[in-house]
């Protein structure tokens, strides 16, 4: 049996945690730069609010309406989340994290007259209790039933937080009211092209021959197709880490100098090498994108995409920025507007089996890189993000006693909440 957890409306509840007075009231969170909307409450879901929503438009749509919105903090959401998946890991045989917000959980070995439904019942409530966080959990023989399941969970409140598909009985009639197009693994392409056919929930899809399915969809629709039969045929390592990591951004403005762009290349490049070191994995290929803003008919438009390889892989921050600078150099045009850029990590390996290179590697000088950025990690965990940073990325001064600096990276957050666990100066004050 699988189990997944899965943090309700996650970025809305990690802000309703340290503000109750917004629980029933609908709720927003905002896109970098404030842009648009990427996760609502269900009060806001029920208003009619749509995921993509351009801020300035709501207060057209809805006039008179009283949503509160939130600039997205993803310091504030990941250390939640963190204590979320420790928790589950605590409690779980064999434990492994999908998403910032969701958690597969092995349940191998089990006693025979073990109650899944009141063990995640339970685990849900001490969750909800030690963090705040509303989780739901699906049970059952395979992942995709188990996603299945968790939508059941999270949509009706009678199943109390755990839904468990653990009969065939139960599993035939969990699919016929499930609609295909919210299948785990199946697109929107796929599922106009199912609908199309008259294939309207998992049910309908479960009834078609194999060969077909095959024929159609490939191994990954086949996969699906036999997870909801209830046959086990995705592979854990399949989900236990990322086989590509990209970290971009758009400009509140557009940017033109080749320094300050460099710099938000920089800050990237640095999130990427976090998230390496984070899954334990090391890369063999920098990328770095820029963009101009194709609206802008009135301006020249350019495109540029670099890659550097790395003879050794590696995820230390000092190794990986150079490589994103040495690619944004080669791809870099005089003369334009920039809307956009990102950094992709890519050629993945577990940095605990990395293959080195006969002329391109020092052993004392990368034990002393990730022995750096191993203590940098900590620090700024300890500490809050961005304690101590590199010089490339260009850190502004704390300006009067006790206020934080801040990147000149000039992303808008006009509703951001406080970085409450993760930054001593961001500690709740009650008055």
Known sequence: M????????????????????????????LSNNDGCVVARSREAKAMGVKEGTPFYQLAQLFPGADITAFSSNYELYGDLTLRVMNIIRDSAPAFFRYSIDEAFVTLKDMPSDFNYKQWGENLSKRILKWTGMPVSVGIAPTKTLAKCADRYAKDYPGYRKCCVIDTDEKRVKALQGFPVGRVWGIG???????????????????????????????????????????????PNEEMSAKKTICTSRSFPGMIADFTTLRTHVTNDAVRCSEKLRQQHSACALVSVFIDSNHFRDDLPQYGGWGSVPLLTPANDVQTVVQAAHDALQKIYREGIQYKRAGVVVSELCSDGEIQTDLFDYDADEYAKRRRLSAAVDRINRINGRETIVLGSQQYTAPQGKGKAGSFRDAIKHDFRSGNYTTRWQDLLRLE
């Open 2 to 29: 699988y189990a997944i957890f899965d943090c309700d409306n996650c970025y809305v509840s990690c802000e309703r945690v340290f503000r109750p007075d917004l629980v029933g009231r609908p709720v927003v969170v």
């Open 188 to 234: 929107r392409r796929s599922q106009a092209r199912l609908e199309e056919i008259g294939v309207k929930t998992a049910y309908d899809f479960t009834m078609k021959p194999r060969p077909w399915v095959r024929r159609l969809f490939h191994l990954p629709g086949e996969r699906t197709y036999l997870e909801l039969l209830g046959e086990d045929c995705v």
